[in-house]
C-alpha cells in the first residue's frame, strides 16, 4: 500500500462514525459523578480546585468504560490514584523546567511500556500523562499540590461509590461476554449445515474465558447461570465440526447429511435460547419440536452410523447439559455445588505487579514494537513540551497532551486518531468557544455545561473517536470558562497546538515506525508452533489412552487459539500500512493461514473422538507423534528463516499407520487431513515461488 492510499484509509476510519449500543444509564452515572464533584469543590472550595478535580472524575469514569473484566470500581479509584500521583509529582518538579522535563519524559515512557501489560494500563498510563501536563498549570504551593491530588483520588472515589451504590445491570459485561460465546457457537452451527468446514472465530470463547476468571470472593457472588455454560460451549465445537465434516461424519447427501443437517439446527435454536437466557438472567424456554430432534432414538430409530453416530450422542448430551447448566431455576436448588465450582484465578491487584514487571522486561528490548512505542512516544512528548513552552500561544502542554493521547503502538490507530483528535477538537472548540463568546455563561453556568459535555462523551464515544474527542474539546473549554480564561485565546491556541501535537505524532511514526508487515513469518511461526504443540498433546491420547493429560490439551488449544489471534491482528494491521511486502507476498499470506487454520481444525476433530481409557494404545500414533514432534522445531525456523519446510518424516510415519490400521480410523483421516494442510503450507511459503496480491 501507498503513502497516500494508507493515509487516505486511516483518515476515513478515523473519521467514521458508528452506529452502536448506547449505554445512557451508565453514561448518566458517570456524569452525575462528574457533577457531583464540580459542585461540591466550588461550593467548598475555589474554580481552579474544581477545575482539578474534575478531571479526577473524568479520567476515572472513562476508565470503567474500557473493555476490562475487573470490577468498575476497582478500575475507578486505580486511576484515581494513579492520577494523583502523577499529578503531585509533577507539581513538586514544575518549579525547574528542566527537572520537569526529565519527570515527564521518565513518566511518558513508563506510559508508552505500559501497553506491554494491556491496552486498558496503556491507555490509563497516557491519561496520567495528559492529566498532569494540564493540572500543573493551575499554579498553587506544595500544600496546595497536595490538596489538587487528594481532590483527584477524591473525584474517582465517587464514582466508584456511586457504581457500588447504583448497580446497573450487575455482571452485565460477563453476561454479555458468555452469551456472545453461546451464540457463535449457534451461528457455527447454522453455518455448518451448509458448509462442513466453516471456519469458527475463537474470539468469543476467549472473551468468554477471559470474563470469567473470578477472584475467589467474586465467585461466591456470581450468578448461577455464568458458572457452567462456557466449559460446555468450548466442548461442543468440536463435536458440532466432527458431526458435520464430511471425512469424519456423513455422506454429502442422503438420510444421514439430513439428519445431520436437524441436529446442527436444533442445536443452534438450542444455544440461542440458552444465550439469550444467560444475557437477561431469565429461565431457558425451548420449542418442544427441537427437543423431540434430540431426543435420544432407540436402536431402530438410528440412522447415523461410525463416528457420525457418536458425535450425535455427544452433542445431546452436551445440549443437556448446557440447558441445565443456564438454568438458574435447576442451579437454585442446589447451593451447595455453587460455592464449591472450580472457576478460572483471577490475580488481585497486588499479585498483578510481578505479573506485570516481567511483561515490562519481556518489552524492553529493541525489536519489541512496545519498546518502539515508548521511546517514540517519550521523543514526541518532550519535543511537544519544549516547543509548547517555547511558543507564545500560552497552553504549551496542550500540544505533548494531544501527542500522548493520540499515539499507539500501530501505525494504523496512530494516524487515523490524529485525524480524529484534530477534526473533533476543531468542532468542539469552536461549538465551545461560539456559545461562551455569544452567552457569556458564569461559573456555574460553565460547570453544567461541562457536565453536559462529559455525559455526551460518556453516551457517545463508542461511535467514534472524533465524536469523543469533540466532547471533550468542548468540556475542556468550559472547565477553563470555570477558571475565567478567556475563550479566543483557548480556541487559537488549542486548534494550533493541537495541530502541532498531531503532526509531531504522525511524523514521529513515519520516521521511526515499528511496522508489522515485517514480523509476519514471526506471527506465522508463532502460529505453527503452537499448532503442532495441540497436535501433539492430542495425538498423545492417542498413542497412550490411559495416561490422560487433558489440562496439557487445553493448555495448547488456547495456546493455539491466541497465536492465531496474534496472526489476524497483525495481518489485519499490516495492510493498512504504507510498507512492501518483505518476504511473504498477500497470496502467500492468504494461503499460508488457510494452511494453519486447516491444520487446528484437523486437530480439532481428533480431539472430538479421543478414545476412553479402556482402548488400545496407538503405535501407529505414537511414531506418528514422534516424527512430527522432530520435524517441528526445524519447521519453524526454515518459516522465519524462509527456507523450504520439510514433512518427509511425519509423511512416511503417517502412510506406515495408515498401512498398518486402514481407512477407517478417526485419527488417521483426521491427521491426513493435517497433512494435507501442513504440506498446503509448504506449497504457499514455498521459496522461489512467484509472489502475487
Given amino acids: 500500500m501507498t503513502w497516500s492510499s494508507a493515509l487516505k484509509d486511516t483518515a476515513r476510519a478515523g473519521l467514521t462514525i458508528e452506529r452502536t449500543k448506547l449505554e445512557p444509564l451508565v453514561a448518566l452515572r458517570g456524569a452525575c459523578g462528574v457533577a457531583i464533584v464540580i459542585g461540591l469543590i466550588l461550593w467548598l472550595g475555589t474554580p481552579k480546585l474544581a477545575v482539578s478535580s474534575a478531571f479526577g472524575a473524568f479520567a476515572s469514569g472513562l476508565a470503567t468504560f474500557q473493555r476490562s473484566w475487573r470490577p468498575r470500581p476497582v478500575l475507578a479509584l486505580a486511576v484515581a490514584v494513579g492520577l494523583g500521583i502523577s ?92 452469551a456472545d460465546a453461546l451464540a457463535a457457537e449457534a451461528d457455527y452451527a447454522r453455518r455448518l449445515r451448509h458448509d462442513p468446514e466453516a471456519r469458527f472465530d ?61 441436529l446442527l ?43 457420525a453416530r457418536r ?56 525489536s519489541s514494537a512496545i519498546g518502539r512505542h515508548a521511546v517514540r512516544v517519550t521523543a514526541v512528548v518532550s519535543a511537544g513540551y519544549a516547543l509548547g513552552s517555547a511558543l507564545p500561544l500560552g497552553h504549551g502542554y496542550w500540544a505533548p497532551m494531544t501527542s500522548v493521547m493520540v499515539m499507539r503502538p500501530d501505525f494504523a490507530q496512530t494516524y487515523s486518531r490524529g485525524v480524529a483528535r484534530f477534526a473533533g477538537t476543531v468542532v468542539g472548540v469552536w461549538l465551545a468557544g461560539a456559545l461562551m463568546v455569544l452567552a457569556h455563561p458564569g461559573m456555574y453556568v ?70 508489522e508487515t515485517l514480523r509476519l513469518r514471526d506471527r506465522l511461526a508463532d502460529w505453527l508452533e503452537s499448532n503442532g504443540r495441540y497436535a501433539l498433546a492430542v495425538l498423545a491420547l492417542y498413542a497412550q489412552p490411559t495416561v490422560r493429560k487433558p489440562r496439557r490439551v487445553r493448555e495448547a488449544l488456547l495456546d493455539s487459539r491466541a497465536a492465531r489471534l496474534e496472526w489476524e491482528e497483525a495481518a489485519a494491521r499490516a495492510q493498512k500500512e504504507p510498507v512492501r511486502h518483505r518476504g511473504i507476498s498477500r497470496k502467500a499470506e492468504r494461503g499460508a493461514e488457510s494452511a494453519l487454520a486447516t491444520m487446528g481444525r484437523a486437530t480439532m476433530l481428533m480431539e472430538a473422538h479421543i478414545p476412553d481409557r479402556e482402548a488400545e494404545p496407538s503405535p501407529g500414533a505414537e511414531h506418528f507423534a514422534a516424527a512430527l514432534r522432530a520435524a517441528l522445531p526445524d519447521a519453524v525456523t526454515a518459516v522465519r528463516e524462509r527456507r523450504p519446510l520439510d514433512w518427509t518424516a511425519p509423511r512416511r510415519a503417517h502412510d506406515a499407520w495408515r498401512t498398518a490400521a486402514g481407512e477407517e480410523g478417526v485419527a488417521v483421516r483426521a491427521s491426513e487431513l493435517l497433512m494435507e494442510a501442513v504440506e498446503e503450507l509448504e506449497e504457499a511459503l514455498r521459496p522461489g515461488k512467484r509472489r502475487g496480491g
Fill in 265 to 307: 439446527a436444533a442445536a443452534a435454536v438450542v444455544l440461542d435460547a440458552v444465550a439469550h437466557a444467560v444475557r437477561w438472567g431469565k429461565p431457558v424456554r425451548l420449542p418442544p419440536e427441537v427437543m423431540a430432534t434430540l431426543d435420544v432414538p432407540d436402536e431402530s430409530g438410528l440412522v447415523l452410523t461410525g463416528a
Fill in 446 to 515: 460553565c460547570a453544567a455545561l461541562a457536565v453536559l459535555c462529559i455525559g455526551l462523551m460518556y453516551l457517545l464515544m463508542r461511535t467514534g473517536y472524533s465524536v469523543a474527542s469533540a466532547c471533550i474539546a468542548a468540556y475542556v473549554v468550559f472547565l477553563l470558562g470555570i477558571a475565567g480564561e478567556g475563550w479566543s485565546q483557548t480556541v487559537q491556541a488549542r486548534l494550533a497546538l493541537t495541530l502541532l501535537g498531531g503532526l509531531l505524532a504522525l511524523a514521529a511514526y513515519a520516521l521511526f515506525p515499528a511496522w
Fill in 87 to 178: 499529578t503531585f509529582l509533577g507539581y513538586i518538579a514544575i518549579g525547574d523546567h528542566v527537572v520537569f522535563a526529565v519527570l515527564l519524559a521518565v513518566w511518558t515512557l513508563l506510559a508508552g511500556m505500559a501497553w506491554a501489560i494491556g491496552p486498558v494500563s496503556g491507555m490509563v498510563a497516557s491519561q496520567m500523562v495528559a492529566v498532569m501536563l494540564f493540572t500543573v498549570t493551575l499554579p498553587t504551593s506544595v500544600l496546595g499540590a497536595l490538596h489538587h491530588a487528594t481532590l483527584i483520588v477524591y473525584g474517582g472515589l465517587v464514582q466508584a461509590a456511586l457504581i457500588v451504590v447504583f448497580p446497573i445491570r450487575p455482571w452485565g459485561r460477563q453476561r454479555d461476554a458468555l
Fill in 202 to 262: 475463537p474470539q468469543p470463547l476467549m472473551d468468554a474465558r477471559s470474563a470469567a476468571a473470578l477472584t475467589p470472593r467474586q465467585a461466591r457472588r456470581r450468578p448461577s447461570q455464568l458458572g457452567g455454560p462456557r466449559g460446555l460451549a468450548e466442548r461442543l465445537r468440536p463435536v458440532l465440526a466432527s458431526l458435520a465434516d464430511p471425512v469424519l461424519g456423513p455422506p454429502p447427501e442422503g438420510p444421514e447429511r439430513d439428519r445431520v443437517r436437524e
Fill in 311 to 366: 458425535s450425535a450422542l455427544r452433542l445431546m448430551v452436551l445440549l443437556a447439559d448446557v440447558v441445565e447448566s443456564a438454568d438458574e431455576r435447576v442451579e437454585s436448588t442446589r447451593p451447595a455445588d455453587a460455592g464449591t465450582r472450580r472457576h478460572l484465578l483471577r490475580p488481585s491487584v497486588p499479585r498483578l505487579v510481578p505479573v506485570g514487571l516481567r511483561a515490562l522486561r519481556r518489552e524492553a528490548r529493541r
